[in-house]
Each structure stands twice: as C-alpha cells, then as structure tokens.
C-alpha cells in the first residue's frame, strides 16, 4: 500500500514536470518543419534530414525527444583556429540565432570560457598563456563570446563561467609546460559539476544548456578519452534526459583524423550553401552539419 502510492504520488509529480517544461518550451520553440531527405540513397534514411536552418533543425530535436522536454542540451563544437578558413565560426551561428530559439525555455547557460582570478599570480599567467598559444583561437572568438553573454542577459538566462582555483592552476603545468590531456580532464570535470550544481537550483520547467568543444559532451566518447567528457554522468543523472548536439562547420571537421572513423562522414560531401544536415548518431546523439561557404 505504501509502496504503491508512493510511486504513484512520484509519478504523478514527474509527469507534471514534464507537462509543465513542454508547456514552457512550446512558448519559445517554432514548430518543427517538415524534414527532407537528402537527395540520392545515402543509406541513412530518417537519420539524415535537411533543414532550411539550424534553430528549425534543434527545434525538430527537442521536440522529438522521447521522454518530453529534456533536461539538459550539450552542445560541441569544433573551436575556430587563427589558420581556420574564413566562414562563420560554430560560436557565432549559436550566438546569431539558434539561442534566440531556445532561450525563453532555457534557465541557465554554461559556457567553456575561463575566469582567471587575478590573485593566482605567475602560474595562472603561465596556463593562460600556454592555453592560448595551444588553442590558437583568433581575436574575434573573444568578441563572439561576449555577444553570446549580452544576449543570455537580454533572455534572461543566468551564464556560467569555469573557475580555477589558484592551486588547480598548478595542477595543469607539469615541469612548467602545460599537460594537455590534464587540460582536457579538469575542463569536462568543471562542465559536468557545473550542470550538475544547476540540477537541483535551477528552474525545472526549463532547460540547462551547456555550450563547449565537441570532446566534452560525448554520451559515446572515444576509447581512452572517457574522462575527456562529462555526458555519459549528466544522462545517468537525468535519466536520459540529456541530448547531445555537434555542431560543425563543414570547412572546420573536413580531414579530421577521429571523424573520418565514423559512420556519417561520408555526409560531409552533401554539406549545401543554404541548408543544414540533421544526423541522428544516435536516440540522444546528433550532429549538425551547418551552412557550407557561410563566410564571415
């Protein structure tokens, strides 16, 4: 007896969550278009889809979510380099648009950006330095970011910054030099307890959002790079409410050595100049191929 309205009280309350996100996510999301295939047999089916753009397409994801609006959305990208070719970086396409969409249903958003507290002295320059010298973003990914952060305060979304304690910063140097696979650790590690810290603080009508490199958000990572991601934790911890969304440049994925291993790279030869390419990895996996030629 007890047991039985014990579940059934809980049930109830889940199923009013869920009713009450949707209600709110329906407020802010367009309905989803009607997908196409693209042109030819390329053995995909309903697993690959064209859309006129990228918010239509995640707007398609969320909406076909299996268990109603889902809890947590990570997103990956493949970060802009200084030698990149000069289209349109995955960033400022988040920035542009797809967070117009999203955003009424989207409480907080964490961002893979640092906060370097001035008060960690000569080894917290030495990683900043050393960071930026190894990831060679050019100068207007940092211009990007903080059109991003003007536009979650105008939704009204809360954002989040990784914070470095000053010992951490320590931690990352070995013999002096920064240990990159040490980098990658600590950054999936402050991403997945960011989300995490959000879960139970956060508004559960809505979504968390987490916006980073594509490494970190892998449900499936790569064997030997699990501690590079933080998905597979935050689905278990939400019960699958999690999905994961890549989105790629074509000009910037082109060649990549661990890509050309999967099953959907044969698709980036059907990148268009005026729609994108849903691809379903898997039932919480996707992959967005954007815009191809989209120049700056």
């Known amino acids: 007896m007890l047991s039985a309205c014990s579940n059934s009280g809980s049930d109830t309350k889940e199923s009013a969550k869920k009713s009450e996100r949707k209600a709110e996510l329906d407020k ?7 997908g196409t295939k693209p042109a030819g047999d390329l053995g995909y089916g309903d697993d690959a889809r064209l859309f006129a753009n990228a918010s239509l397409a995640i707007a398609h994801i969320i909406k076909s979510h299996p268990q109603g609006v889902p809890r ?8 802009k380099l200084k030698s990149s070719a000069p289209v349109r970086s995955a960033l400022r396409q988040f920035a542009g648009g797809m967070i117009d969409l999203i955003g009424p249903a989207t409480s907080d958003l964490v961002l893979e950006s640092w906060t370097i507290d001035p008060h960690c002295g000569r080894t917290a320059d030495v990683v900043k330095k050393q960071v930026e010298k190894t990831i060679e973003r050019p100068p207007e990914t940092e211009n990007e970011m903080a059109v991003l952060v003007r ?4 939704l009204g979304i809360r954002g989040h910054a990784l914070e470095f304690q000053c010992d951490e910063y320590k931690r990352l140097l070995v013999d002096g030099k920064l240990d990159h696979a040490k980098v990658l650790t600590a950054v999936s590690s402050k991403l997945g307890t960011s989300a995490k810290g959000l879960l139970d603080s956060a508004d559960k009508s809505k979504m968390i959002v987490i916006y980073g490199g594509a490494t970190h958000n892998n449900i499936s990572p790569y064997e030997g790079l699990e501690s590079w991601s933080y998905a597979p934790e935050i689905a278990k911890i939400t ?6 969304i890549d989105l790629y440049v074509p000009e910037l994925v082109e060649g990549d050595e661990l890509l050309e291993t999967e099953a959907w790279y044969p698709l980036l030869k059907e990148a268009r100049k005026d729609q994108v390419i849903l691809i379903r990895r898997e039932s919480h996996s996707y992959i967005l191929l954007l815009r191809k030629g989209f120049a700056e």
């Open 28 to 34: 802010g999301v367009a309905p989803p278009p009607e």
């Open 72 to 79: 947590v959305l990570g997103f990956g990208e493949f970060h």
């Open 151 to 154: 536009k979650i305060k105008a």
């Open 239 to 244: 019960n699958n409410g999690f999905i994961e």
